[in-house]
């Protein structure tokens, strides 16, 4: 009977379906030597299982301290470079949108930025006049009402 019940956790123990309480009573069975012949090839996972849980380790771990802080001090002074080389970047732009002190000068220069869109416009609505062509032809062969 006990062997059944023993069995039937172990299924459950290698699915990942016991509980803590299953799994203390598969370790004690297993560690108690009296283990059944079919079962016995479990025996030394749950024994080494055992001892893993009573080792501890007991060398020391040597911690660098201060390492961190230097990088921490590092990247504060680096940070605070580039906000001032930004700040003193901007200060020293000088802020020209295209003002002209001569009004003659900046009337020509207004006059020839006007030229050049109306270039630009002009050569745009040229291709219009195709357009124009190709609707007369279409409703002389379509013959709208």
Avoid at 42 to 71: L, Q
Wanted: glycine share 4%; proline share 3%; net charge negative.
């Amino acid at each position: 009977m006990e062997s059944k019940a023993i069995e039937t956790l172990l299924e459950k123990y290698l699915e990942a379906e016991t509980t803590v309480r299953e799994e203390e009573r598969l370790r004690a069975y297993f560690t108690s030597g009296d283990v059944a012949p079919h079962l016995q090839q479990y025996a030394p996972m749950f024994t080494f299982f055992s001892v893993a849980k009573e080792e501890c380790y007991s060398g020391k771990v040597n911690i660098k301290p201060g390492r961190k802080k230097v990088y921490s001090w590092v990247a504060i002074a680096a940070s605070i470079v580039i906000l001032l080389g930004v700040a003193l970047d901007q200060n020293s732009r000088v802020n020209e949108f295209g003002t002209y002190e001569d009004p003659e000068l900046a009337m020509q220069k207004t006059k020839e930025a006007l030229e050049m869109v109306s270039r630009y416009m002009n050569t745009g609505t040229e291709d219009l006049g195709y357009l124009q062509e190709f609707n007369s032809t279409k409703n002389k062969i379509v013959k709208n009402p």
